[in-house]
């Protein structure tokens, strides 16, 4: 017998996960309303949002986000972003990860040990997996 | 009533109404859980239109110049 929407929709829910990890591509895409990723992103932020999962981002992914939005026509954005982050920390619902010197020398070891790794091989990928 | 109840009762109600109907209760729970979050879960509400559509997954190429021959 076919499955409903409502079994589909309502009573299976996708799984989501216990928190996620926002890396600047997750803020790029939900920031910017031109963007190919952006519905999808946004579908994405809701899912999540209905699910309260907790947030985990860091400051060196700020810091490229900020850098991002960074022309002056974008810099309101860039701000309502940092609003954002501090209105859910403030909530409970996201964590910032500072890069402080020991997670940075750790960062560094990984990054020392691993030139194989490739793709999200700049430090603060490094940052995230410590 | 106890949210359990509830729930099954919804549930039930739903089984009967028409897409047409269906799409009209999806709108309206849509719009209550967008009101129920902030913070970085209400961000694409702030959405900016930087006409560059490959911002997202090219911003390495447009912040530091790299290209995929070089990861």
Not at chain 1, 27 to 52: F, M, P
Not at chain 1, 68 to 73: D, I, M, Q
Not at chain 2, 34 to 44: I, M, Q, R
């Amino acid at each position: 017998m076919p499955r409903s929407t409502t079994d589909i929709y309502i009573r299976e829910p996708p799984p989501m996960p216990e928190a996620v990890f926002w890396d600047s591509v997750a803020y790029i895409a939900l920031g910017n309303r031109s963007d190919a990723l952006h519905g999808a992103a946004v579908d994405l932020s809701r899912q999540l949002a209905a699910a309260r999962t907790p947030i985990v981002t860091t400051d060196a992914v700020l810091t490229e986000v900020l850098n991002t939005f960074g022309r002056v026509a974008w810099r309101p954005l860039a701000v309502r972003i940092i609003d954002a982050v501090q209105e859910s920390a403030a909530e409970g619902t996201a964590t910032v990860v500072r890069i402080d010197a020991p997670l940075w020398e750790r960062a560094v070891q990984l990054f020392r040990e691993r030139p194989d790794r490739v793709g999200t091989d700049r430090l603060h990928g490094f940052c995230r997996d410590e | 009533m106890d949210a359990p109840t509830v729930r099954r009762e919804i549930l039930e109600m739903l089984e009967r109404l028409t897409p047409e109907q269906l799409e009209v209760i999806r709108e309206f729970v849509a719009q209550m859980s967008e009101s129920s979050v902030s913070g970085l879960y209400s961000l694409h509400e702030h959405a900016i239109s930087t006409g560059v559509s490959d911002l997202a997954a090219q911003h390495d190429r447009y912040l530091y110049q790299r290209t995929p021959a070089d990861a």
